[in-house]
């Protein structure tokens, strides 16, 4: 059963045939209260009610919002007729705040896709509700659409892009970037995935391409695009509620109506109290909360132009209209496999399928050796699909579980990712303080010495002002910080300042050079003598194996996945292992660790973890014991926090 069939027998239900007509004829201050839908069953309701009208989810927080766009996505065909609006992530009245521009590109995008009538359903958080945006009819206006065939004179495109505060740069690297360079503009709008390049025959456009700002390499042609702006900087005085983007006809599902409101009068408050912070020049520079930020007779007033449906524990009020589905949460399993298929023979009993969702094929493979009992007699089926939450519901004859809450694995919800550049980007550049040492690839350490405008040929720029030995000084454009990187090396280590113009950098890079090619060169020779011995070969993964890896409480990264497996094949291989894991810190090296240790203890081996300090020998002791608690395994430490007694003890074992 897909997520497809899933929907279709929901639909067929009582409940939600019922709560269908009441959608069709609901007119603005109708409400209605829906009891018993837990995990992901509102946005089953919700991909139902989409064929019939408009709708706006309105959650409390953002990662409940992001979870349920996310569900919605995936119930109905394509992600177009979902705009999911975040908040901005802004501190009220904070200039000198620079955070991140990903949820601004979001909110731009779906405030584009909500004005334009491309989502017909919009999914929105209090913190989102409580920022006011620039009214629909300044979105459209200000966003430009270029299409195959325009004519349009690329300078004077890119003067008009720049009227719009795009910033004139040599290449683009981020949102607001315009680079002009001959018959060829490139532009990074803010909504949509990538940059745009748009290629002229004379002044007529004759292709349009989205490029990837790493490789160069074009994504994909089309046909048209639009270059939107940064909409946050645009009518500041001239705000409008996100209500505003919803058509007339749209209805309300709000879950936990009176917990966003609460929520909304406290950051409205937080917002008064910024504002009243600012000295009086401040304060006349900037709109006062009122025309930023929502109020509480906003917010209602919203509430009453719309039907709306109330869903959650603190839905509102108990004298409204009620409906109940009779529905509970997917229980907690917390990794227990035999307290999994106690549920499932229970269900059984009820006249209930169970269904487990799983997010990959490869937690499918390990729950179906774990569960190839209930799995052959009918009373479970696993599929690879993937919703936020679980739930049994009898109106169903369903009990639908997630693999990630059977092992308290934490689900990230699908977010746009954006590929980086190396080196230094413009936020990183203002999270650097003065003093901070910097890495120049052509003229070594330096350290941050502050941004400068400098005049080059009667052209004013902006430009990076590094300090190096002696105190030279060298500007950098700010067009070029794809050569500057931070400095990172062993905490507290000083490093030596560049002269420049000795050749000193120059010749540490030759030298490194040579030094690594002698590196690689001995290392050939190793491995061509590895290559020769012969190793000990471990089993292939055991049911113990996959039932250690699938309740780890985390998804498994892609790299992760594949190192783990990488480590594995080594394993089995008679060639002795050398491999070396790299990673940040928490992005689950040790789990690889635990993984590898378990897989040689089955075949009757020890393992020796060795590790630099006698905390993470502590660290690591816990994490092994908490790993592998549910198997016969002896876990034990060594270090100088046991006495010499219990030493030997665990040496002796």
Known sequence: MSLKLLARRAENTSFFEEVAEWSKSARSEDALRLDGLPGSLPALLGAHLSDDRPLAFLAPDAEEAAHLADDLTRLLTGDAGVALVPPSRRAPYDDEHVGDTAPLIERTDALQQLSSGEARIAVTSTAALAEKAPPPDAVRSETMTVALGDEEPPDELAALLTSQGFRRVEFVEEPGDVALRGGILDAYPFAGDYPVRIEFFGDEIDAIREFDVRTQRSVSRRSAARLTPNLEEHALDRRAPLFAFLPDDALLLSLDEQKIREDLNELRDEAQTAYDDLDDDARAEHPAPDALYLSEQEFTSALWAHPRLLLGAFSGSDELPARRFEASPQVPFNSNMELLRQRIDENAGKSLDTLIFCDSEGQQDRLSDLLSEQIEEGQARLLVETLHAGFEAPPLGLAVYTDHQIFNRYHRPKTRKRSAKGGLTRQKLQSLTLGDFVVHTDYG??????????????????????????????????????????????????????????????????????????????????????????????????????????????????????????????????????????????????????????????????????????????????????????????VDVLSRFRTRSEQKETLKR
């Open 445 to 634: 350490i330096g350290t941050f010495a502050g941004m400068r405008e400098i005049e080059v040929r009667g052209t004013h720029q902006e430009a990076v002002r590094l300090r190096f030995r002696d105190d030279d000084v060298l500007y950098v454009n700010v067009n070029a910080l794809h050569k500057l990187n931070k400095f990172t090396g062993k905490e507290g280590h000083q490093p030596r300042l560049t002269k420049l113009g000795s050749g000193r950098w120059e010749r540490k890079k030759a030298q490194t050079k040579s030094e690594v090619k002698d590196m690689a060169r001995d290392l050939i020779e190793l491995y061509a003598k590895r290559k020769e011995s012969k190793g000990f070969g471990y089993s292939e993964d055991s049911v113990w194996q996959r039932e250690l890896e699938a309740s780890f409480e985390f998804e498994d990264t892609p790299d992760q996945a594949a190192a783990t497996e990488a480590v594995k094949r080594d394993m089995q291989n008679s060639t002795p292992m050398d491999r070396l894991i790299c990673g940040d810190v928490g992005f689950g090296k040790t789990e690889i660790a635990v993984r590898a240790a378990f897989k040689a203890v089955q075949d009757g081996k020890q393992v020796a973890v060795l590790v630099p300090t006698t905390i993470l020998a502590d660290q690591h002791y816990e994490t092994f014991s908490r790993r592998l608690e549910r198997f016969p395994v002896n």
